[in-house]
């Protein structure tokens, strides 16, 4: 399964789980494309229709342009940054949300295309295993008392998998969708669901979370939720003059319950950020 269906499994853990450690044990690394998604911010912006503020000036990146601007293998430590493929492009026709206002929301948290860009890339940045000082093979786990090998378990399966997702807009387009995806959060933080491939996945809350970069940007733990239990995943969203990205992480340790320090990928928005500056 190529680890670049990540992004499908916001609507099934378990696939999205194998898939996670498909790509962190294996997969071509993208040393010489550029592609990529720009990242967080904080959650002050240019969100509100009824707002008289002038219309930022914008520059439109060309295909060439944002592809140098995208991340490659090397622009995050600790990251395998890989070109994302067919299999990850997820369709608008092809999701179907519960509530037509959560509809922007839902597609940035899936990495589909909104609008119309003249240009687009996207990446998957893999984080690597956390290395600790215990042994991980079930010799080693055996061995061990419970709670060591828990632990150590834990760490092994401690991988965070974020898809970026670049888009280059003409005129007003890039801050128009980050201001949709902002409407969009605030109307559906209490929840939606979302339907792909014959796959449903609940949506139980979304938490807004501060984060910066770019020229205005915001965060959000999306919080899903199957058969009572809740799986945390991370999304931001980013605009750099003409330029909108979106990140969405999800942390395979996380599924089972084991979430803490699954943050923001603050890094790879700040590295794309400097890239799209």
């Known amino acids: 399964m190529r680890a670049t269906a990540v992004r499908r499994t916001a609507l099934a853990a378990s696939v999205a789980s194998l898939t996670l450690l498909a790509t962190a044990c294996g997969g071509s690394s993208d040393s010489d494309g550029k592609g990529g998604a720009s990242g967080a911010g904080s959650g002050s912006g240019s969100g509100d229709k009824g707002s008289a503020a002038p219309k930022p000036a ?15 293998q090397g622009d995050v430590k600790g990251n395998k940054i890989a070109k994302a ?32 860009p003249v240009a687009r890339t996207q990446r998957t940045a893999v ?25 150590a378990f834990a760490a092994a399966f401690d991988l965070t998998s974020t898809l970026v997702s670049l888009s280059s807009y003409e005129a007003q387009g890039a801050p128009e969708t980050l201001a949709g995806v902002r409407e969009s959060a605030a109307e559906c933080a209490g929840g939606f669901t979302i339907t792909m491939d014959g796959d449903t996945q609940k949506i139980a809350k979304l938490v807004e979370e501060k984060v910066t970069g770019g020229d205005e940007a915001i965060g959000w733990t ?7 239990k809740q799986v945390p995943f991370k999304l931001v969203a980013l605009r750099q ?20 320090g699954f943050g923001l990928p603050t890094a790879i928005v700040a590295a794309q950020a400097t890239k799209l500056s």
């Open 58 to 72: 914008v520059k439109t990146l060309t295909a060439a342009e944002l592809e140098k601007a995208s991340l490659v």
């Open 85 to 116: 493929g067919p299999d990850d492009q997820v369709k608008a026709e092809g999701v179907k949300v519960d509530k037509k206002e959560c509809e922007p929301f839902a597609h940035a948290y899936l990495g589909v295309e909104q609008g119309e």
């Open 127 to 151: 984080s690597e295993p956390r290395k600790t000082d215990k042994g991980t093979s079930l010799e080693d786990l055996a061995e061990m008392p419970e709670g060591d090998a828990e632990d």
């Open 222 to 228: 999306v919080v899903s939720e199957s058969d009572g």
């Open 241 to 260: 003059s003409g330029t909108f990205a979106t990140f969405v992480s999800f942390n395979l340790a996380a599924t089972g319950g084991r979430a803490e």
